[in-house]
């Protein structure tokens, strides 16, 4: 069974500051990795998509890297704003096509 | 493209009482259709599986009997809580994904309060 793991829980940075989430899974046969952020009490905005066959997608300022055998993705973000301040979460879809999501971090992008 | 509905935002029930959430493609159709749940802080559960015309597949742990999915077309999806009680109260969120397609595009979510 698919395990997503997300580090760290919850980060804090200054404004203008490049940084980098942590996403882990444990079986490395998925399909795609997806990015996801989620402003409080509201649901899922898509960020980026990697596919299995592919390293990395780039939107704007953000960067999203996909290693399958060491079953690892890091979401980049360059620049930081107060307005990225949100829940980022990666999910990865296995043979079934299901989303298995991490538990997420809470990042804080302090003005 | 890729807008997916759901009604009501919010909703306030009293226990024992069932309460419907409708899902929405709004711009394609779905041919299959998710359900999570979110309690405050952490991440989203999958409940349930449901493709057009088709009983739903229930992850383990989930009470298929409480929980009445319904799919009857390609743009609509329909969850039921039943007998609501206060720990059902949780943030109820749908995806949908066209035929073929890897992509799910989420609901805004729905969240339920059971008093």
């Known amino acids: 069974k698919q395990e997503v793991t997300q580090i760290p829980a919850a980060l804090s940075v200054p404004e203008g500051e490049n940084l980098v989430l942590n996403c882990s899974f444990t079986?490395?046969?998925?399909?795609?990795l997806q990015w996801f952020r989620q402003d409080p009490g509201k649901g899922l905005t898509s960020l980026l998509l990697?596919?299995?066959?592919?390293r990395e997608q780039t939107s704007g300022r953000l960067n999203a890297s996909l290693d399958k055998s060491s079953g690892r993705s890091t979401l980049y973000i360059a620049a930081s704003q107060p307005g990225d301040s949100a829940t980022y979460l990666c999910a990865c879809s296995g043979s079934a096509r299901q989303l298995t999501f991490g538990s997420g971090t809470q990042l804080t992008v302090l003005p | 493209g890729a807008v997916v509905s759901q009604h009501p935002s919010r909703v306030i029930c009293k226990s024992g009482t069932s309460v419907k959430i409708e899902c929405r493609s709004l711009?394609?159709?779905?041919?299959?259709m998710f359900w999570y749940r979110q309690f405050p802080k952490q991440s989203l559960m999958l409940m349930a599986t449901s493709n057009e015309g088709s009983k739903a597949t229930y992850e383990q742990g989930v009470e298929k009997d409480k929980f009445l999915i319904n799919h009857a077309s390609l743009t609509l999806s329909t969850l039921t809580v039943t007998s609501a009680h206060p720990e059902d109260s949780s943030f109820y969120i749908c995806?949908?994904?066209?035929?073929?397609?890897?992509?799910?595009?989420f609901g805004p979510g729905t969240r339920l309060t059971v008093t």
């Open positions: 079986d490395s046969a998925i399909y795609n």
């Open positions: 990697i596919q299995s066959s592919q």
């Open positions: 995806s949908a994904r066209v035929l073929k397609g890897y992509e799910q595009y």
């Open positions: 711009d394609f159709q779905a041919t299959t």
